[in-house]
């Protein structure tokens, strides 16, 4: 079980990517913050972009951890991912009310630690309670946990708008021309965050799952992982029509269709590069004339 | 078929180290509940943990094949130890919730029986795949003979298998899984719903019919997240397949037990914590 089985050489050291993968995803949380600062939610696709980073990072960081053999395939790690970093999230966008730090900019870089304290708890459980021995466990269970919960956070942002938990927790109903608090018309109350929830359990994982093999690439991998990702912030910001005002939504549509038909035809033309021959075959011969 | 039979798997055993450790964390997140909020949302954290050792035990009946079952080469469900707990423990999950409002008992058997019931169909669909659609006996390789029918394997097992099928004693361990799965889910649930419709109309501001929508959303999505790491932290413990109650490999799961306790009491602070 501790044999390392190296899926691909060569490409950007993984530490590389984790760092890009973070600083990229809390950047984009917090320019999500444009909206409260401006009074607008045009700036909520900036929460999609923040998860298409953590997934970009956290498909990196499953090939790191599944190059060791789990024994329970690729989908576990993505789903303890999502469980773990759910937890962790849904506390973190409660720490501006808790009494501590009053501001929500506190509420990005918090989600960051919680996540992180949690996944090398679950980590260490796994590696030593459960004895896995894998080297990289401790670590790599915490960065799935913020990735996770970055995913999430971000996604829940670019559906609402904002990434308080009073925002999340209560939505508006207009009743009579009168708009009135309602809790079921919320992200939280309204069981919309099972939605994302399953949309990034499935891109964190899919990526990997897909690409693993003899001739998995690097590059191919996480270019199916950002189109993974902006694929599900098109299904998000179609679910933000419901929260956000209609220019606001489709500002994030078209930013979200724009960025996976570029990374849907990047990932085709990769897949075309590792291919050993490919023949552009149509599913209806014509008929040549004699 | 020996890199997916027993001999994998990590070191066998438990440190006990890394157990006083783990027992330390569990310590103080019972104590900091305690200390925070008393009485009920303590009790609510007990009652997480033990939803999270049901369903870290109850993972280990599920007979699990793997791709190997798919091809005929082990005997079980041909999927991940994830996806069928997940599958069963959500099912019950959800038998429960629907029968919350009936009573803290009805709940909880709506749920064993749901995940019970889930796990039921799919041994019984797995079966009728194996035998009509695949041709093929059901057959153990880890024991000669079915420990509660006393049928023998040795006669239909294929050579170079580890067994196949779906044997009776897997069926049973099956359903036995589903049932502890969707009762540990479910009372997971029930727990965090009892807190949250306590404390929420107080901290949010609205009556408490205006916010059970948002107790019954948390304590279902929470219950879920839990669910997935106890059944993650219990696949890890079993590595790829396990055909039931009599496999060798079952008897590895103490460890995951205490392990799927820290982990439940961790996340049920975090969970609890939330509205105190």
Known sequence: MTVQ???SEGGMSHNKVLAIGLVGAVVCMYLTYLNALT???VFSFFGGLAAVFALWWGTDTIKHLCSYGLGTGVPSAGMIALGSGLVAMIFATK?????I???ALVIPIGCVVIAGILGAILGYIANNIVNMSIPVMVSSIAELCIVGAVTILGLSAMATGSFVFADLASGQVAFFGITVANYQASLLGGGVIAAIFMLGAIGVQHAFNAC??????QDRTLMLAAECGFLSMITVSIISFAFIGMGSAIVSFAVSVIGWVYTYYKYLEMSKRDAYMWLDAKPILEKEEA | MTALGSGSGGGQGMKPVAVV?????LVVALAAVYFLAPGMAFMALIGVIIGGVLIGFGVHFVPVGGAPAAMGQSPGIATGVTMLAAGAGLAGLFGGAWAAELGFGVALAGGAIGGALMMAITCLMVNVVYVYAMGIPAASGKVAKDPITGDTFEAYKSQGTEGHGLPFVSYVGGVIGGLLGGLGGTLIYLELLGVYEASLPQLMGGSIDQ???LAVGLAGIFAVGLFLVNAVIAAYNITGTIEGPHDP????FPRAVIGCAIASAVCGLLAVMLVV
């Open chain 1, 5 to 7: 089985i190296t899926a």
């Open chain 1, 212 to 217: 693993l093999g003899p001739n998995e690439s």
């Open chain 2, 211 to 213: 916010i059970v929508p």
């Open chain 2, 249 to 252: 490999k079952f008897k590895r």
């Open chain 1, 101 to 103: 730090i009053s501001s």
């Open chain 1, 39 to 41: 009074g607008t939610e």
């Open chain 2, 21 to 25: 450790v783990g027992l330390v964390i």
């Open chain 1, 95 to 99: 720490l501006s009310s808790m009494g």
